[in-house]
Structures are given as C-alpha cells and as structure tokens.
C-alpha cells in the first residue's frame, strides 16, 4: 500500500486513520512522533506535497484549487475506513479545501476537522510575505520558530528550500475561499496563545466552517505551540477523535 502523496499508511490494521497536513515548509517528518503516540489505534497518514521529501523533484504548487483537486483525488482509495483531518497553519486551509472537495463530489467528508493556527478560511490575512527579498524572507521564517536557531548554517540551507517555501506560502497568501458548501461535522480549532499569526478572534472564526459543532482549544505557546507540550497536544487530539467517535474515551 503507498501513495505519492501519503507518508505512513498501512494495509488492513483497521484503524481509524487521522491524515495530517502540515504547515509551509513541512512535510512528514513533523508528524512522525504521532505516529508512535497515537498507535495502535489511530493510524497517522501525513500528507506529502510535491517539492519536498520523496518528491523533491516536483515543482511545487502554486495554486490552491488544483492542489486540492490532485489531493482528493489521491485520498480517494484510503478512505474506506473513519478518518480524520489534522492540518496546522497552511495544512489547516489544506485540510478544509480537501474536506470541502470530497463533499462536493458527494463523498464522505472527515469525522472531525482539528484547525491548528490559522486563521479562518473566510477572513484571510492580506499578506505578501511570499514577495519578500530572500534575506527578509529567511528572517520572517526563522522568527516563527518553527525553525532551529539562526546560525550561518541553518541560513544558507534555508535558502536552498526558498523556492519551496515561496510557493507554499503564495498557496496562502492568494487564497481567497470560493463558493461550495461547508462542513457538517465537528471542526475543532487549535490556537497557541501567544501565536502571532493568528489572533484568538481570527481562530475562533473557524465555527462558521461547519454547520455542526465547534470547539476552540487554546495552548500555551507561539505558533508552533505543539512543539513545547506535545503530550498536552497529544491528549487534545485523543479526546477530540474520541468525542467524534473514533476512539473510545479513555484511550491512550
């Protein structure tokens, strides 16, 4: 079982699968201490997007709407047992276009959405950074956090993924949600307190996403709030999947 666009899918274990989308810049790697976390019962699924890891050959995308047409329609055969969509920043826009396109094609969309950083889809930020001049582009990266500390090193091979990072972050940047219908499944939003890209107020917008029920988590931490508790954020993730009905209450 393997797919170009999935990291970590495993034939006939029956667990519920949780596809994970990262934020600009990431890949796989980000997710792979939750798979060891939430096995055996959940199974991490992490989107790969062209332009990086296996797939560093590829041009990256540049547009938003095909992408998640591609990606739908790699989901496609994977679905075939209860899932979920975790999506952080960049990944979080990813994971509600993918969601909105599996339902208008009249497939099942996830059992639950968990937002994490960012804003919602409907109240973009306006935002340019993708233009920036490589050395104010690096310094915007390396101020997130998400990123180790600025030496020289980490610089020069952060400029050798420049043109990756530009087009992810055009992906957000030129996004604006067109028409189609909304979720009707829970959307949990996820938002570091201290996240200077998104607001509590922006993150909480995440409710007219979906016609069903919403929920706001809020963590300590900067936008990469995950990597300083991850058990905290683990025990988030169970329970919300749990409260959709994907693993039993409790379990760890």
Same mark, same amino acid.
């Given at each position: 079982?393997?797919?170009?666009?999935?990291?970590?899918? #495993?034939?006939?274990?029956?667990?519920?699968? !949780?596809?994970?989308?990262?934020?600009?810049?990431?890949?796989?790697?980000?997710?792979?201490?939750?798979?060891?976390?939430?096995?055996?019962?959940?199974?991490?699924?992490?989107?790969?997007?062209?332009? %990086?890891?296996?797939?560093?050959?590829?041009?990256?995308? *540049?547009?938003?709407?095909?992408?998640?047409?591609?990606?739908?329609?790699?989901?496609?055969?994977?679905?075939?047992?209860?899932?979920?969509?975790?999506?952080?920043?960049?990944?979080?826009?990813? +994971?509600?276009?993918?969601? %909105?396109?599996?339902?208008?094609?009249?497939?099942?969309?996830?059992? @639950?959405? #968990?937002?994490?950083?960012?804003?919602?889809?409907?109240?973009?930020?306006?935002?340019?950074?993708?233009?920036?001049?490589?050395?104010?582009?690096?310094?915007?990266?390396?101020?997130?956090?998400?990123?180790? +500390?600025?030496?020289?090193?980490?610089?020069?091979?952060?400029?050798?993924?420049?043109?990756?990072?530009?087009?992810?972050?055009?992906? *957000?940047? *030129?996004?604006?949600?067109?028409?189609?219908?909304?979720?009707?499944?829970?959307?949990?939003?996820?938002?570091?307190?201290?996240?200077?890209?998104?607001?509590?107020?922006?993150?909480?917008?995440?409710?007219? +996403?979906?016609?069903?029920?919403?929920?706001?988590?809020?963590?300590?931490?900067?936008?990469?709030?995950?990597?300083?508790?991850?058990?905290? @954020?683990?025990?988030?993730?169970?329970?919300?999947?749990?409260?959709?009905? !994907?693993?039993?209450?409790?379990?760890?």
């Amino acid at each position: 079982m393997s797919s170009r666009w999935i990291s970590g899918l #495993l034939p006939g274990d029956g667990a519920t699968r !949780l596809f994970c989308f990262a934020h600009a810049g990431g890949g796989s790697r980000f997710f792979l201490p939750w798979r060891e976390a939430l096995a055996p019962h959940v199974q991490v699924c992490s989107i790969v997007l062209p332009g %990086r890891e296996s797939r560093l050959r590829e041009e990256p995308r *540049t547009s938003l709407g095909p992408l998640v047409r591609e990606l739908t329609a790699a989901l496609g055969p994977y679905l075939d047992r209860p899932f979920a969509f975790f999506g952080h920043s960049l990944g979080a826009l990813l +994971a509600y276009e993918t969601a %909105r396109q599996l339902i208008a094609e009249g497939r099942p969309e996830p059992s @639950v959405l #968990l937002a994490s950083g960012r804003q919602a889809p409907r109240h973009p930020r306006q935002s340019s950074l993708h233009l920036l001049p490589t050395g104010q582009f690096i310094d915007h990266l390396i101020a997130l956090g998400g990123t180790a +500390a600025a030496t020289g090193l980490r610089r020069r091979l952060l400029e050798s993924f420049v043109p990756m990072l530009r087009a992810d972050y055009a992906l *957000t940047e *030129t996004y604006r949600a067109g028409p189609g219908p909304e979720l009707s499944g829970p959307v949990v939003a996820y938002h570091g307190r201290q996240d200077p890209v998104a607001t509590e107020e922006q993150v909480d917008r995440w409710r007219e +996403a979906t016609t069903g029920e919403f929920r706001l988590r809020m963590f300590d931490g900067g936008h990469f709030y995950h990597q300083g508790a991850p058990a905290v @954020v683990m025990d988030a993730v169970r329970s919300d999947l749990a409260a959709a009905g !994907l693993l039993r209450a409790g379990v760890r």
